[in-house]
């Protein structure tokens, strides 16, 4: 075991500050990580918030994690020391039920073991610990749960790729999003932004969908190619019944029922932002047109390997604003007033 610097939550006040955790050596199928770069996600606030009720202090956050390999185990045989590999959401599953077997880990039957705030049980010292996240000098992660990045992304852009990034994507990808295709991405924030540019990049005609009409010129800049203003009845009548697919990346609860109204026959739309009840939906919406309503969550690790190597090909990255380790009590209170464009990015090199 070794001791490292990390920044933590002591308490539901959600207030970080420094804390040591101790890293397990690496074993034989383990990578060790020195970590660049650690991307911050609302789900950090909401955990170090005790939001879900299920937090273990002391915590520390962080799942969107960049950095270099510093060490490898010896069964290790795709990873080399040197590389820049990124660590996402999970880091274990079972490997063995049928969600891990058809690559959708993040749905183990038996439970995936998150990047931080996860119960394991350490066999070498045979008791249970808690994961502990990227919000640290160091990461050791199986290198089934290490993901290569392409080496022509910016590495504190890629960062936020490991958790907003498969999230956009991976709906889009699973409902076939293609050329020809009208697609719509609801809000624009840390995901809706992401949505826009994989919706772009996979040569969807992409509609943001927003209540501000201030959003329009950023929107485009991108990559959208129209903006829907909902407060505004005639552009809602207009794109009524035109849109093949929906992302809708609102966080919290609201009205889904003008939205319904705006798909096709036979399409969808898919919740990755709103973690908490929705409004009555009226069912009339949706028997009508056969349209249908989903969610989803995060990827698979072989789905977020292709969202990188998508990201590659494309150029597609997050826009960020660099922070340093001590100034994530601010962020974060930034975080919760909008106050971001729209993802902040922990440079760990300041811790």
């Excluded at 992304?153 to 907003?164: G, H, N, V």
């Excluded at 709103?274 to 919406?285: C, F, H, R, S, T």
Aim: proline share 3%; aromatic share 6%.
């Amino acid at each position: 075991m070794t001791t490292i610097s990390a920044y933590a939550a002591k308490s539901e006040d959600g207030h970080m500050s420094p804390h040591d955790i101790k890293r397990r050596a690496p074993g034989a199928q383990d990578v060790q990580i020195d970590i660049q770069f650690c991307g911050v996600c609302h789900s950090d606030l909401h955990a170090v918030k005790n939001d879900w009720g299920n937090s273990n202090y002391p915590l520390v956050p962080g799942h969107e994690i960049i950095g270099e390999v510093s060490a490898v185990g010896s069964d290790v045989k795709n990873v080399n020391v040197g590389d820049t590999v990124g660590v996402g959401c999970m880091v274990d599953s079972c490997q063995t039920c049928a969600a891990c077997e058809e690559h959708l880990e993040q749905h183990c039957l038996n439970g995936a073991t998150m990047t931080y705030n996860s119960k394991v049980k350490d066999t070498a010292q045979n008791e249970e610990s808690i994961t502990q996240g990227g919000y640290s000098k160091r990461i050791v992660v199986d290198e089934k749960f290490v993901l290569k990045v392409p080496q022509n992304l910016d590495k504190a852009a890629a960062a936020p790729l490991l958790c907003a990034g498969i999230t956009t994507y991976s709906p889009l990808h699973q409902h076939g999003v293609k050329e020809g295709m009208t697609v719509g991405v609801i809000g624009l924030g840390g995901l809706g932004h992401m949505g826009i540019k994989f919706a772009s990049a996979m040569g969807a005609h992409v509609v943001m969908i927003t209540t501000s009409e201030e959003k329009a010129e950023d929107a485009k800049r991108l990559g959208a190619d129209d903006v829907l203003v909902t407060k505004d009845k005639d552009q809602m009548k207009k794109w009524r019944g035109k849109f093949d697919f929906l992302l809708n990346t609102i966080p919290v609860g609201h009205d889904v029922n003008p939205y319904l109204t705006l798909l096709k026959y036979n399409s969808t739309m898919c919740f990755v932002g709103a973690i908490e009840p929705l409004d009555a939906v009226n069912g009339a919406y949706m028997i009508g047109g056969r349209k249908a309503l989903a969610g989803s969550l995060i990827g698979g690790i072989k789905e977020t390997q292709e969202m990188l190597d998508f990201c590659g090909e494309h150029n597609v990255v997050a826009d960020i604003e660099k922070i340093d380790i001590q100034d994530i009590n601010d962020a974060f209170e930034r975080m919760k007033n909008n106050d971001v464009r729209y993802r902040f990015v922990i440079d760990m090199q300041s811790l």
